[in-house]
């Protein structure tokens, strides 16, 4: 029997760990460029005014995107308080009363479609099931086609966490004489709490820089969202509509918007990956 | 050891309560009565027409190689298998007159009467005082302090009071493996059961916190029916009054323990207890 060489294989070793730090690198430079980018543009739109200031027109010096922040957040904070509820509840269903069941089977098949669906089709689903038969764009659409992009999500990372608590410990509070509810409620939701905070940061972080979806149904307005009933001003239309047009204040405007979604997302996914570190502890 | 598994699982005579080849010698009456109970999980049946009378007041202690359908038997007692949906059971289960295994039975109310302590122990992601107060919350309305001194009650009861009173506050996951256990022995006590289900309870925990436990076992065995499931037949001989021995899901003996282990009168029996298999 004779001896294989070594050195095919220390070439072939060498080789893929050159290739996979080259890849590696890579996409950090992308990301790095991409921040690079954002910040220098960005930054400099940034001032106080830029943040409580309202919107000037082309040309004149000044002005904010407070409108854009504010409208933002409330469709943001609309589209949690309708699809957080429901996604997770579908995702305590999954886990905690599904098992075995066609229906469970059928709604988990139901929410990776839904995950895979491109955001700007929700948004044309929802321009026609709520801003045409209201007749104009709103807010309430907005949140209403986020809340659609939020909800699978947190199913399925509900139906994730939950999965991860161990069953033993559903048998110890149901064996103490609690129902599957207050079980499933207080201790299987406490025991997978960071977890499940994460999934929805997360999601938060993910529609929180989507354009597409609202374009079909919050649209955008100069002006301050008293009401999420007419178009409601947000900072990725904003960013779509002022990088298009020709006036230098509003494309300095967008590179700063930008800028400030770049950091709200980033803080997002800093803070939930804290939590996902503290649970794992 | 000549015997085939098969035939050895042939060989095992049906224990039923008309012809017990080894009635409890004790004169207590039973406090769990099983009556040609099966287990299937799926289409796989796992225990064949069990009967076995638990005399109250006593540690009865179940041993048997791992895969035997010891810790399926006494999950049937407070019904916990029901939490899976392929898992079912037939026959009787009587527990103080009344067949657990019937329509109707109020799970709630059953589970507080039969406490169950698991294999590893299962601490809730609560503080000590919360992870007690939890079940008697559920099962009792009480003020503030008289609450506080049924945890102090059940954390002595459970000989773990001096080494949590000043940790009452502390996440219960905090504690050693020992001390979680025991805390889950507290926490089982506390709602005031009559049955203690025991699956197993020391086999996750060292040698000196497993001797503790046994020593509790010995205090709680005036004032609970115990039953304790053991692949350690040393623990089996220390801790209990009367020992059935399982093998492939049938109940080949049951006994008092002492004439069990000296005194086998099963073939199976002996060979397990003397070592030669199992």
């Known amino acids: ?281 | 050891m000549n015997a085939s598994p098969k035939d050895l699982t042939r060989a095992v005579p049906r224990v039923s309560a008309l012809d017990a080849p080894s009635a409890p010698p004790s004169p207590a009456p039973a406090k769990i009565s099983v009556r040609g109970l099966n287990f299937f999980y799926g289409a796989t049946q796992a225990l064949f027409d069990n009967s076995i009378e638990i005399p109250a007041g006593s540690v009865t202690a179940i041993i048997g190689p791992s895969g035997c359908g010891k810790s399926t038997h006494i999950r049937v007692y407070n019904r916990i298998f029901q939490l899976y949906r392929e898992q079912r059971a037939t026959g009787e289960v009587w527990i103080d007159g009344a067949n657990v295994l019937a329509p109707g039975v109020d799970l709630i109310e059953l589970r507080r009467r039969i406490g169950m302590i698991f294999q590893k122990p299962t601490p809730f992601p609560l503080s000590v005082h919360e992870n007690l107060a939890y079940g008697l919350r559920m099962h009792y309305k009480m003020s503030r302090s008289e609450l506080d001194g049924r945890i102090e009650g059940a954390l002595r009861a459970a000989a773990l009071w001096d080494e949590v009173r000043d940790k009452l506050h502390r996440p219960g996951t905090a504690l050693s493996g020992g001390q979680q256990q025991r805390l889950c022995i507290a926490r089982a006590i506390a709602v005031e059961p009559e049955v203690l289900l025991m699956d197993e309870p020391t086999s996750a925990i060292d040698p000196v916190a497993t001797a503790r436990i046994e020593e509790l076992i010995a205090q709680l065995r005036e004032r609970y029916t115990i039953v304790i499931v053991t692949h350690n037949m040393q623990q089996a001989a220390r801790v209990s009054d009367f020992t059935a021995f399982f093998l492939s899901g049938r109940i080949v003996e049951f006994g008092a323990t002492t004439d069990l282990f000296t005194n086998p009168k099963q073939k199976e029996t002996e060979n397990y207890v003397t070592g030669r298999f199992g």
């Open chain 1, 1 to 281: 029997m004779r001896r294989r060489p070594v050195w095919p294989r220390r070439l072939a070793d060498a080789a893929v760990k050159a290739a996979s730090v080259l890849a590696a690198a890579l996409g950090l430079a992308m990301l790095a460029w991409i921040l690079a980018v954002v910040l220098q543009r960005g930054a400099s739109a940034l001032n106080w005014r830029f943040i409580t200031g309202m919107p000037v027109p082309p040309g004149a010096e000044g002005g904010g995107l407070a409108n854009a922040i504010v409208g933002t957040f409330l469709v943001t904070l609309l589209a949690c308080v309708i699809g957080v509820p429901i996604g997770m509840m579908a995702g305590v269903y999954l886990a905690e009363f599904g098992a075995g069941r066609t229906l469970a089977a059928l709604v988990r098949f139901l929410v990776n479609v839904m995950i895979g669906v491109p955001s700007i089709i929700i948004g044309l689903f929802v321009y026609t099931i709520v801003v045409l038969p209201a007749g104009h764009f709103s807010g309430w659409a907005g949140g209403v086609a986020l809340s659609l992009l939020i909800l699978p999500v947190v199913a399925r990372t509900t139906e994730d966490m939950l999965a991860l608590v161990p069953n033993p410990l559903r048998e110890s509070s149901l064996a103490l004489g609690a129902p599957r509810w207050r079980t499933t409620l207080h201790i299987v939701f406490r025991a997978a709490r960071s977890g499940l905070l994460t999934g929805v940061l997360l999601a938060v972080a993910r529609i929180s820089g989507e354009t597409a979806p609202l374009l079909f149904t919050a649209l955008n307005s100069p002006y301050w969202p008293r009401s999420l009933s007419g178009p409601t001003a947000n900072l990725t239309v904003t960013i779509f509509n002022y990088a298009m047009s020709p006036y230098p204040n509003w494309q300095r405007a967008a590179w700063g918007a930008s800028f400030l979604i770049t950091l709200g997302v980033l803080a997002l996914t800093v803070v939930s990956r804290a939590l996902a570190r503290e649970r794992t502890r």
